[in-house]
């Protein structure tokens, strides 16, 4: 058995496999859904997509009015719009990041990556190794020693090297 929890990103949440939520405003929201073993209580599964919609129903990718949208959750198979992020792209989220946010990894094919995280001088605070499957990757990071402030990731996709800028 497993049991799920969805994150909303407006505060909300639920822990219905096939929730309703309604939002107060047409923006961009950071979805999350984590799945737990329910013997352990084990992070089996993390997803999250950032997503937004305007008064049609159309997906959007920036906020634009403020008159709300509904979002249900449907059985698997009944999407009808998929994001997808370029190949070859990171974020994190949420952010600005507690000790633990996770990092979304788009890859192009299944390899390792070393992911480094650096403070503002420059200087590399953190270091991880993660197998990376072609297509969505999500793994949680562990900044529990980490001072607030901003800080940048970086992954290396062959020899480009991919950075973003995250607050703790």
Known sequence: NHFVIWNFGDGDTSTQIFPTHTYNQNALYDVCIQAFD???GT???N???QIGFDSNGNPVTRSEGNSGFNLKVGLPGTATHQSVLPSNSISVYPNPAGDFPFLYLFSDEEKYYDIRIFNTIGEEVKFFRRSAIEGSNTYPLDLSGLSSGNYFITVKFGERLITTVFAK
């Open 43 to 45: 992070l089996i599964c």
């Open 47 to 49: 997803f999250c997509r």
């Open 38 to 40: 329910s013997i352990g």
